[in-house]
């Protein structure tokens, strides 16, 4: 039995009342999931989707949500989950390759093509044998200007998060990462398909003030972040992941200093440094980060079980220990390629010559070597692709799409740090007209590839041969704007409410004027930043405000204007800390105290 929905039905089987998913006040035990899921699996069949077809999920995380991506497994078919914050054109694009077959929204959404709303009919049965098929298709940027949509089955899903030791998936776990990431994947039905609890945090963005609430309340064990909101939290908000039991952090090499910082604080946290690319399906490899790690670059660990990794040279033939060489990927988690691609899909998965007749391997891109003990350790990649807040980036699809602005003649895209340590993408932009090009790229492009600075030049720096030359790029300089005149400024002394959003501006952004009426956006900040700017805020005045919030209010003047009318969150109560070891223990008697009251 090796389907997702198959194990989460016999969870329900085994521990009916026990508590499976919880969103804000609602509480839904595995009993109540999967009946909810069995007759929502009744809708789509009804509807006409048949095996081996695809349905988008076009919802904002909840318990919804996750009745509409169990209900479609049941259905036989697979998910692809469409964030609603993307842009809806990208959002079409993405369901147009993978050719669902129907789209679930609310009511009222509006979407071209055919939509079904959260159901009931009657149920149907699970389909039997279909762990080899497609349980999802993710999308990530594409070299091309084209979304790659990675399609990956029930195998890929159960051989990954169940039977292993990385994790203990009976505890409560947090889902937080976007819900186009792999990581969705491991935050929701890993707990699923091991009889623990999923808290759903609201919202698409996590927040570091939300987190530190759910902790609190729901006794949560496990959780991931990315390395770069694991660095945000340490630095601005450490009281987030106060009480959690062990923590994954990967999607980016870790930062040993945050790390250090991380243990000093969390003595007993179990800290893991995982590592793999969507097309293995969430981690290849995972290794518990030691005192022992910190003096350099934090290795990526050892294979998990059932995962084959190869350290290959240009000629697939195996490097030493100790060299350098391209890693591939066999075994359990590999993808079936990309949807609609098939050229891509063999350019990036071949046979593997190590393995059965008819086995691949995915080339991974990345540049590893192997200690003498099997432990992998990252040295970059061998191409152009780069991680952005957690998000894996192809410069070249944000070149694509903003050369297809009407004033564009050429652009280069490159990651490089910004003025306060950060990656960002920065576009180099020969042409005319082009003010307007920053919002032309936030209606076609989801907010990780937008980039965070644009530098107009008469021409791109080449090299005697006629490539870019990255070298002779001029680093971007602070925001260019005129300074705002004396009744533009806060008035009063340095302790008013616009004066301390400005200075956490000016250190978050690195830009020395702030005016109030200056957008955090086109200053360079992005959702990362603002959940600095939000920590900060609460950490420091007791202004709690979450990040999406704040996006949705982005000059100090309007953030003032609806803190002081109270529009935004109220201040989080301070608590004590919990006692880690009581963690697990008072989370199972919550959640037996719900499963008796549910009876």
């Not at 080899?132 to 990530?140: D, P």
């Not at 759910?214 to 009281?239: K, R």
Request: glycine share 10%.
């Amino acid at each position: 039995m090796s389907s997702v929905h198959e194990r989460i039905a016999e969870q329900a089987r085994r521990a009916p009342e026990s508590i499976a998913v919880i969103f804000g006040d609602q509480r839904l035990t595995y009993r109540e999931l999967d009946a909810r899921a069995a007759r929502f699996a009744g809708v789509l069949t009804g509807r006409g989707v048949k095996p081996g077809e695809l349905a988008g999920i076009h919802l904002e995380r909840s318990i919804e949500m996750v009745v509409a991506a169990l209900g479609t497994l049941k259905a036989g078919a697979g998910y692809v989950m469409l964030d609603p914050e993307f842009p809806g054109q990208r959002l079409r694009r993405m369901a147009q390759d993978a050719g669902v077959r129907l789209v679930v929204v609310r009511p009222g959404t509006a979407w071209d093509g055919d939509t079904v709303g959260i159901e009931d009919a009657e149920p149907v049965p699970s389909e039997k044998d279909i762990r080899g098929t497609v349980a999802c298709v993710m999308f990530t940027s594409g070299s091309t200007g084209r979304p790659k949509g990675i399609v990956a089955s029930h195998d890929a899903i159960t051989q990954t998060l169940t039977g292993q030791d990385f994790a203990d998936f009976g505890g409560v776990w947090l889902q937080c990462s976007p819900v186009s990431w792999d990581a969705f994947a491991m935050e929701l039905w890993g707990p699923l398909m091991s009889g623990g609890t999923c808290v759903l945090h609201p919202g698409q963005r996590p927040d570091p003030m939300t987190m530190a609430q759910l902790v609190a309340e729901h006794g949560i064990t496990s959780m991931y972040l990315s390395g770069s909101l694991f660095n945000v939290i340490v630095d601005e908000y450490p009281q987030a992941i106060d009480g959690v039991d062990e923590l994954l952090v990967g999607g980016e090499a870790l930062s040993p200093g945050h790390i250090a910082r991380a243990l000093q604080r969390w003595p007993d946290l179990r800290i893991s440094n995982g590592y793999g690319p969507v097309e293995g399906m969430v981690f290849l490899t995972v290794h518990k980060v030691g005192a022992e790690d910190l003096q350099a670059a934090v290795p990526i660990g050892c294979p998990l079980t059932g995962k084959r990794l190869h350290v290959l040279d240009d000629r697939l033939r195996p490097v030493p220990d100790g060299e350098t060489g391209e890693l591939y990927a066999a075994g359990a988690g590999v993808a079936f390629g990309y949807v609609s691609q098939p050229g891509l899909t063999a350019e990036r998965f071949v046979a593997d010559p190590f393995g059965a007749p008819g086995e691949r391997m995915y080339r991974t891109g990345d540049r590893v070597a192997r200690r003498s003990d099997g432990v992998l350790e990252f040295l970059g990649r061998a191409d152009a692709q780069v991680k952005i807040r957690g998000f894996r980036v192809e410069p070249g699809e944000v070149e694509t799409v903003l050369g297809r602005h009407s004033g564009v003649r050429r652009v280069a895209v490159v990651a490089r740090e910004d003025l306060v340590g950060e990656r960002q993408l920065v576009a180099y932009v020969v042409g005319d007209d082009v003010a307007d090009l920053r919002a032309y790229a936030k209606s076609v492009l989801p907010d990780y590839l937008v980039p965070g600075a644009f530098v107009t030049l008469d021409a791109l720096p080449l090299t005697a041969n006629g490539k870019l030359d990255q070298a002779a790029l001029p680093v971007p300089g602070a925001v260019q704007r005129p300074r705002e005149p004396d009744d533009g400024h806060p008035a009063g002394s340095p302790a008013t409410l616009e004066r301390r959003i400005a200075e956490v501006w000016s250190d978050v952004l690195g830009i020395d004027h702030v005016g109030v009426h200056d957008n955090f956006l086109q200053l360079g900040g992005n959702s990362l930043r603002a959940v600095r700017v939000v920590a900060r805020l609460a950490t420091e005045s007791g202004n709690t405000v979450s990040a999406a919030q704040f996006l949705a209010a982005p000059t100090i003047a309007e953030l003032a204007a609806a803190l002081r009318a109270g529009d935004l969150a109220a201040p989080i109560p301070k608590r004590a800390r919990v006692p880690r070891k009581k963690t697990a223990e008072k989370s199972a008697e919550r959640h037996k105290e719900a499963s008796w009251n549910s009876v």
